[in-house]
């Protein structure tokens, strides 16, 4: 179950600051550390 809930805080910090994507691919795994 730990992993869902890192799936969901991966979107989540993504949308807050302002980078909406359709399927979070891993690519936004690369931008989330980068921000």
Known sequence: MKKP???TTLPLEV???GT?????PPQ???SYELF
């Open 15 to 17: 949308s807050a600051t």
């Open 20 to 24: 909406e994507l359709p399927s979070w």
């Open 28 to 30: 936004t795994s690369l």
């Open 5 to 7: 809930d890192t799936d």
